[in-house]
T-cell receptor, first 116, second 112 residues
Framework: DQQVKQNSPSLSVQEGRISILNCDYT??????FLWYKKYPAEGPTFLISISSIKDKNEDGRFTVFLNKSAKHLSLHIVPSQPGDSAVYFCAARAGAGGTSYGKLTFGQGTILTVHP | DAGITQSPRHKVTETGTPVTLRCHQT?????MYWYRQDPGHGLRLIHYSYGVKDTDKGEVSDGYSVSRSKTEDFLLTLESATSSQTSVYFCAIRPLLNTEAFFGQGTRLTVV
């Protein structure tokens, strides 16, 4: 039972254009959503997050949108750069306290390739 | 640099042998996690710890055990390695007030 899904295994965009990565979830108890970026032979690095009470969070070229009614979030990268080429993971947290302990549930990842 | 060191970085082992992976942190964070990354599955939680000697199972814990005898070290043991445990293993730490976790560089384990 995959609670967080990234249905697009890969995405290819031209440098300077917008990259849109999508993520769907099923658990209504998720209170935070995060995006991580991963380069080959490195660990995932945190990119941006959004609380479930917000619908948008922006950090430079990166914006995350949350649609709670559709249980869908997306990461927009504008403008895309070749250095953005990496695997992007969507993740979700079901609270920090109780028995949750801040555990993250990850999607399968999307490979983004930005062509010069 | 989140102060996380995983060792070894690469290991090849034979089926049936025990293997221990080490995660060491310099930040004294309470929460530590072990994930494995496999194609088509993303990152899946194996075990986690919320303090010294306090650990619990994640979603793919079968065949794995963990120990945390001191704050800075979180050990993952494959009791009897199988080929299905060939994977890349990541340790993560999470500061108390943070939502995000910080990951180590990973250990690539091959079971032959």
């Amino acid at each position: 039972d995959q609670q967080v899904k990234q249905n697009s295994p890969s995405l290819s965009v031209q440098e300077g254009r917008i990259s849109i990565l999508n993520c769907d979830y099923t658990n209504s108890m998720f209170d935070y959503f995060l995006w991580y970026k991963k380069y080959p032979a490195e660990g995932p690095t945190f990119l941006i997050s959004i609380s479930s009470i917000k619908d948008k969070n922006e950090d430079g070229r990166f914006t995350v949108f949350l649609n709670k009614s559709a249980k869908h979030l997306s990461l927009h990268i504008v403008p895309s750069q070749p250095g953005d080429s990496a695997v992007y993971f969507c993740a979700a947290r079901a609270g920090a306290g109780g028995t949750s302990y801040g555990k993250l549930t990850f999607g399968q990842g999307t490979i983004l390739t930005v062509h010069p | 640099d989140a102060g996380i060191t995983q060792s070894p970085r690469h290991k090849v082992t034979e089926t049936g042998t025990p293997v221990t992976l080490r995660c060491h942190q310099t930040e004294n964070h309470r929460y530590m996690y072990w994930y494995r990354q496999d194609p088509g599955h993303g990152l899946r939680l194996i075990h986690y710890s919320y303090g010294v000697k306090d650990t619990d199972k994640g979603e793919v814990s079968d065949g794995y055990s963990v120990s945390r005898s001191k704050t800075e070290d979180f050990l993952l043991t494959l009791e009897s390695a199988t080929s299905s445990q060939t994977s890349v293993y990541f340790c993560a730490i999470r500061p108390l007030l943070n939502t995000e976790a910080f990951f180590g560089q990973g250990t690539r384990l091959t079971v032959v």
